[in-house]
C-alpha cells in the first residue's frame, strides 16, 4: 500500500488534557492495518524517515528513537554486575532489542510482544532497527506479557526491560502493583526493571510518583527516575523509571559499571549519572 499525500500535509497527535500536541510533515502513507490488537499506520516523512503510529498515537521515527531505546536499556544494564538474561517486555519495534544484544555480557534476550505484525512491519519499514533479530542469543514470544511474566520462574530474569505503549487499553495493567509484584518475584536477587514513565512535565504526580510508590510497595528496595529528550512524544521531554530488589548492602551504583565498549548515539558513561539529576518539582512528595 502506498498513497502520497498533498503537500504540505501533517501528522498531529493530540494531547487534548494538556491543550497541546505534536506534528509531523508527511509525504506518503506507506502502509496501514487494523491488526488483532490496534490500529497500525507508518508513514514517510520530510525531515525524520518512516513514522510509526499505533492507535493515533506517535511510536517512534528513523531520526530520533535511538534516545529512547539507549535510555531504555543502557543505564539498566550498566548497573547490573552480570546482566545475563534479559526480558524485555513490549518493545516490538526491536529497538530495545537491538541495543540490550549490544552488552556481551547478555548471554540470552527474550522480547515478549503482544502483537506480532509491529514487529514484522519494523523489520520491513525499520530494518536498521532489526538488524541482531537472527542473533542467537535472542528469543521471541508474541503474547501476553502481563500473563508471561505471572507464568514466570522465581528468580530468573537479571533484568526487565518494560518498553510499552502508554498506560491506556492492554498496557494498562504494565502499571500496576500485581505486574510489579510478579516481576520481583521472577527477578534474581539485584534484579534490575526498568519502564518507561511519561513525560516529567504532564506526568510527574499522576504517573511517575505513583510508579515509584507503587514499585515500593511491590517489594522493590530502591528505585530511581531518568529523564532524557524525545521529540516525538507528550511534552518531548520522556522519562524511565527503576526498581531495584536489592538484598542487603545497596546495588544501585550512579556510575556505570562497566566502560561502553561499542557505539552509542546518545548514552554516555557521564550522562548514565547526569540523566538522574532531577528538577525540584520532581523531588516533591515522593
Not at 5 to 25: D, K, T, V, W
Not at 140 to 155: L, N, P, Q, S, T
Request: hydrophobic share 35%.
Amino acid at each position: 500500500m502506498s498513497k502520497d499525500i498533498s503537500s504540505p500535509a501533517y501528522f498531529n497527535e493530540l494531547f487534548a488534557a494538556e491543550g497541546a500536541s505534536i506534528g509531523l510533515q508527511i509525504t506518503e502513507l506507506l502502509h496501514k492495518e487494523q491488526s488483532p490488537y490496534q490500529n497500525i499506520e507508518i508513514y514517510d516523512t520530510t525531515h525524520f524517515g518512516h513514522l510509526m503510529v499505533l492507535d493515533g498515537c506517535i511510536m517512534l521515527t528513523q531520526r530520533e528513537n535511538f534516545i529512547y531505546h539507549e535510555m531504555m536499556s543502557h543505564p539498566a544494564l550498566f548497573s547490573h554486575p552480570a546482566p545475563k538474561k534479559v526480558v524485555i517486555i513490549g518493545g516490538g519495534d526491536c529497538g530495545t532489542l537491538q541495543e540490550v544484544l549490544k552488552h556481551p555480557e547478555v548471554e540470552f534476550a527474550l522480547q515478549v510482544e503482544l502483537d506480532q505484525r509491529v514487529t514484522e512491519l519494523s523489520e520491513q519499514y525499520f530494518p536498521e532497527l532489526c538488524e541482531n533479530n537472527n542473533d542467537p542469543r535472542a528469543d521471541f514470544y508474541f503474547g501476553d506479557g502481563i500473563r508471561w511474566i505471572e507464568d514466570a520462574d522465581e528468580h530468573s530474569i537479571d533484568v526487565i526491560i518494560v518498553d510499552s505503549t502508554d498506560p491506556v487499553g492492554p498496557a494498562e495493567g504494565l502499571f500496576s502493583k500485581e505486574f510489579y509484584r510478579n516481576c520481583h518475584r521472577a527477578l534474581k536477587p539485584n534484579g534490575i526493571l526498568v519502564q518507561q514513565s511519561e513525560s516529567p512535565i504532564f506526568h510527574s504526580d499522576s504517573i511517575i510518583k505513583k510508579m515509584q510508590r507503587d514499585l515500593g510497595a511491590s517489594g522493590f528496595n530502591e528505585t530511581l527516575v531518568r529523564t532524557f529528550p524525545q521529540p516525538v512524544y507528550p511534552s518531548g521531554w520522556w522519562s524511565c523509571t527503576m526498581g531495584v530488589k536489592t538484598e542487603g548492602k545497596s546495588t544501585l551504583s550512579q556510575k556505570p559499571l562497566r566502560p561502553v565498549s561499542f557505539k552509542t548515539r546518545y548514552y554516555t558513561q557521564p550522562l548514565h549519572e547526569a540523566s538522574t539529576c532531577l528538577p525540584a518539582f520532581m523531588l516533591t512528595d515522593q
